[in-house]
């Protein structure tokens, strides 16, 4: 059963470093790298950006143009204005498209990948034992828990397994994130001190202590 158990640890330090991350994060640096290799949506992604740039550079001038005292330059620049936008919105519903087909066909595979194997497997292996516990260790009611629901008494079973496994994984990965954000943290962050009372209302304080003073001593 070694290798179930290193397959079952494998796949919930996958699932928890996803989540960790987020799902849409690590997607968005897959499409990325993507749009860096000569591919066809790389070419449409460098494509869209030089019709951005035209567009924006042909609209800055067309702003910059009086369509009452240059009417034939302000037309013309209208014409290519809107050719560029044309163009531009029917290559950013290409993208949109492949973005779309690329996050479902990741998803897709995340499902086979981690989510399927996560209930298959524990189900599968439920009866067979990962490893067997020291005898005399623990008392009945924790072995029972522990080779829950189909694994001999005295053993660890596959669910059991990958519950202990989420958990600790989960645990090191939040220790690790505090650990690298007390790091990575400004060097010169210092607390919040509270700012000093002015010094006309310190007195206003202390002349109303002063004139309490008599009346307290009367009162005794």
Partial sequence: MANILVVIFAIEV?????????????????WTILNH???????????????QAEYVKVRQEMNATSSQDEFAKWAKLRRRHDKLH???????????ASRSQFDNYLTAMRMLAIKVPQYVIPYWYGKEPMFWLPYGWFP??????????????????APS?????????????EIAVLVAK???????TKLAVPAARPAKQQEQQQTAALSDMPQAKKEL
């Fill in 14 to 30: 996958l699932a928890q470093l996803i989540n960790a991350l987020g799902a849409a994060q690590i997607n968005d640096l897959i």
């Fill in 37 to 51: 290799l000569p591919i066809a949506t790389s070419k449409a992604d460098a494509e869209q950006r030089q019709l």
């Fill in 86 to 96: 044309s163009k531009l919105e029917a290559t950013k519903r290409e993208l949109e």
């Fill in 140 to 157: 009945y009611y924790a072995e029972w828990i522990i080779s829950f629901p189909r694994a001999p008494l005295g053993s660890v079973s």
């Fill in 161 to 173: 397994w990958q519950l202990a496994c989420s958990g600790v994984i989960a645990l090191v990965i």
């Fill in 182 to 188: 007390r790091i990575l943290a400004p060097s010169g």
